[in-house]
């Protein structure tokens, strides 16, 4: 009575078919495609969703020139004339062999034999905080403040000047500084070398400031639509060929004096694998296809420093988090063998009846069971890297960038399941790998966009190659782990 | 197109076996997923999830073996793996209060499967899982124990109480206890 009830359901399920919706197989295909491109969409996304915050960002800050010369006609409107601090006060260069030329004037050759030195200032192309009073008053108060900043010092003097030279050129400028010809662009900041003409400048800048209290006040409006200076200074040299020139990438917005260091913080998602090295070509087909890629994360801290305009190096901690999925079935067979002894009457046409007895040996084969493992499998790696940064391309705020390193692991660890030779299971822990000594090299290419001179965002994908094996040579087989990540983060320049 | 080609297609990623694997089996599949769910909807996401796994897997066949007995197994893992996800059932217990009750088997034979799969469908999780496998499937208490973790006693004990149960809603539908 007790096996009935099995009996009768398996009898009756045996050949139960039920029929599914049309369209699932639809379904199935395109969420097998949509798993495969899971991933890949992951990273893209990442970096789209940046690329298009910093692109709005930009278009928001990035208006017109024209509407840029308005706002500031405008504001001029509400600030109290100045007196021309270069014609009408002499005390502006101390130097009596610095005086003011137009810029259409300007050609070395034709240059008196006495100095010149010539001073042009942007304005800010930001009407977006510029179009009501409120916040243009903010913004007067937070220039306010940051000029009680000595390092405001450019500032103050190139607003001066601007105030001077209305209908100056907007974008490029030449300074001359000895025997060196330098063309500062639209990102102009503070490293501007300091000979003893500017630093008289400087002076006669500062001493101006003091002057009075309404004269701050208009040159702090004023400071506060700088976004980038042009300096031009002539040469000491006779012929232009003498001149050597340099290009020198500076800040944007806000006159800020950064020192050589920065500090980053990121995070990357993307895609990591490994390579195997056996000679046992079954296993390694067998652990590739138990094994299966899943989301990676990589956390970056760096401190840079910036030892030229476009090279910086780089050092700090990076932690790795490679995940994978380990899956194994396998299916278990079992064989029974039945014998039955069977006797049978035969009619032979001559003998008459015959009995025959014979064994009849039967062999079930019966497929017991899938045995099914599944693990999530986590390798994580803590390393030291060093990487060289070259500034490729610059084009207003945002700079193409691209690196290279290595990265030295402090600390490697492994949990999870893979497949021995001999198809049984296996903890990572019982494996003979490094923890410490795992060396990679990395290599990437991405996109920094600077908020303001001190902060920038950046989006870089980046690929990672580990150079030796996680296992030891006692493990029978070697193990690389590569990635492609595509990190999103933060520098702040100090 | 014979099994074996249908494998190579398969594995060759082509569209047109996995179609055509799909239509040969999805039936028989559905049928198996059904006894392990309890409505078509959630069955459907079951032999979804478990022919995605084929599509994956199937290179790791071997040709060892059945190929249907292999999608079966892969459906009832999926199926057992969808059910684990949504409650912890087993509760683990030992036979002493578990009694064997008799009942008319003729009636059951008679009875219609569809019957059979709404009285199977409404038994508890853990019980369903636990019956589909020693009763249709065929395992062992210990394979069963393996399976889904847990000891071969609570698989008794589980199966027990599901034939119990079973029973139970049998008699809602005339069978009588003997």
Known sequence: MKNEIENIFKQKFNSFEATPSAGLFGAIIAKKAKKKRAIWMWSTAALLVT?????????????????????????????????????????????????????????????????????????????????????????????????????????????????????????????????????????????????NKTRALINSAKDHKTENNDRKQTLNSTLNTITSVTIEQTPKVKEEEDIEEVILPLPTGRLVALNKWRIQASVGMGYASRTLSETNKEYIDLRNSTENVAVSYQFGANVIYQFSPRWNIQTGLQYTIRNELFEYSEQMYTTEKREVQRTETV?????????????????????QYLKYTSSQNKFQTVSIPIIVERELFKHHSWSLLAKVGVHAGIYSNRVGLLLAPNKETQEYTTLPTRNTGIASAMFGTGVLYSVTPRISLLAYPQVNLQLNSSTKRTAGFSQNDWGIYTHVGLRIGL | MDERELIKGCVKNDVHSQQALYEHFAPKMMGVSMRYCTSKMEAEDVLQDAFIKIFDKIKTFKGEGSFEGWIRKIVVFTALKSNDKRVSKFEPGSLENVQEQSFDAKAISNMETANLLSILQELPEGYRAVFNLYAIEGYSHKEIGKILDISDVTSRTQYSRAKQHLIKLLAQYGIQRI
């Open chain 1, 51 to 195: 690329a298009s915050a910093l692109g709005l960002w930009s278009y928001t800050n990035n208006t017109p020139l024209q509407l840029a010369k308005n706002t500031i006609e405008n504001t001029d409107k509400s600030i109290p004339t100045l007196p021309d601090p270069i014609h009408d006060k002499k005390d502006v260069v101390q130097d009596n062999s610095i005086i003011e030329k137009p810029r259409s004037q300007t050609n070395l050759k034709n240059k008196p034999g006495g100095e010149r030195i010539k001073e042009e200032i942007a304005v800010k192309r930001e009407t977006r905080t510029l179009k009501t009073e409120a916040k243009t008053q903010h913004r007067h108060n937070k220039a306010a403040r940051t000029n009680t900043n000595s390092k405001n010092k450019w500032a103050e003097l190139f607003a001066k000047i601007d105030m001077a030279n209305p209908t100056m050129d907007l974008d490029k400028g030449t300074l001359y500084h000895g025997n060196k010809k330098q063309t500062i662009d639209k990102s102009a900041g503070l490293n501007i070398p300091q000979n």
């Open chain 1, 347 to 367: 009619v032979h046409p001559v003998l008459g009846e015959i009995e025959r007895t014979y064994l009849e040996i039967t062999i079930d084969t019966t497929s």
